[in-house]
């Protein structure tokens, strides 16, 4: 069993990579929110490549009980919703840093870094849900789940930014958001975060795009 944080760690350091059009921005903006209203403490940064540039986009969110106010360098929770990680983040991978991504799609990129990788294929479940572009979606579930949100909060979410425009978006990315908690509930056998939830909201801070 893993269990987040790890040693003397008092936060957790979430990457999640993906392509253009992928909706990386979106992912941050649905952990930001919902970990704050479950109580959590968020840091967050992003990174977002020109398309003359290449490579993939980037959000970098720590979460903690306490206050976090700073980015750190380690990666606790690696997700890829696609190949093309860039080097900056395969330098920081450790052998404590857990991944989960799907292994068809990462190919060899990741091998022989010592990691725990968990094969989820993102991309088929979001097909299976409508779309390629629900993988976001179904990666924000996972990791919400795994962080013991509710539920309630992501219907939430998806209501207030959907509902009043188009009830059929807000259910189906729901709908992806729960698949994502069914995911994490199967990786919960192997995959444990400890972090107490304040009673109170949490606190939300952004930096600028690094």
């Given amino acids: 069993m893993i269990t987040l944080p790890q040693g003397k760690n008092e936060d957790i350091s979430i990457v999640v990579t993906g392509a253009a059009g992928q909706g990386i921005q979106t992912v941050e903006?649905?952990?930001?929110k919902a970990l704050k209203r479950s109580g959590l403490n968020v840091f967050a940064t992003k990174e977002y490549m020109s398309r003359v540039r290449g490579g993939n986009n980037s959000t970098e969110i720590r979460v903690s009980s306490k206050s976090v106010r700073a980015f750190v360098n380690r990666i606790d929770l690696l997700i890829c919703l696609n190949k093309g990680l860039r080097n900056y983040f395969k330098e920081r991978i450790s052998s404590d840093t857990v991944i989960i991504g799907d292994i068809e799609e990462m190919g060899k990129e990741l091998a022989g870094r010592g990691q725990m990788f968990f094969d989820v294929p993102l991309l088929h479940f979001a097909k299976e849900l409508g779309s390629p572009l629900f993988a976001n979606v179904v990666a924000a579930g996972i990791i919400t789940s795994l962080f013991n949100v509710d539920m309630s909060l992501l219907e939430q979410y998806f209501d207030e930014r959907f509902g009043a425009r188009d009830k059929g978006?807000?259910?189906?990315?729901?709908?992806?958001?729960?698949?994502?908690?069914?995911?994490?509930?199967?990786?919960?056998?192997?995959?444990?975060?400890?972090?107490?939830?304040?009673?109170?909201?949490?606190?939300k801070t952004y930096r600028k795009n690094r």
């Fill in 29 to 32: 903006d649905i952990l930001g």
């Fill in 169 to 203: 978006l807000a259910t189906k990315n729901i709908d992806a958001a729960k698949k994502g908690y069914e995911i994490a509930r199967e990786l919960a056998e192997d995959i444990t975060v400890k972090m107490d939830h304040n009673s109170g909201k949490g606190r």
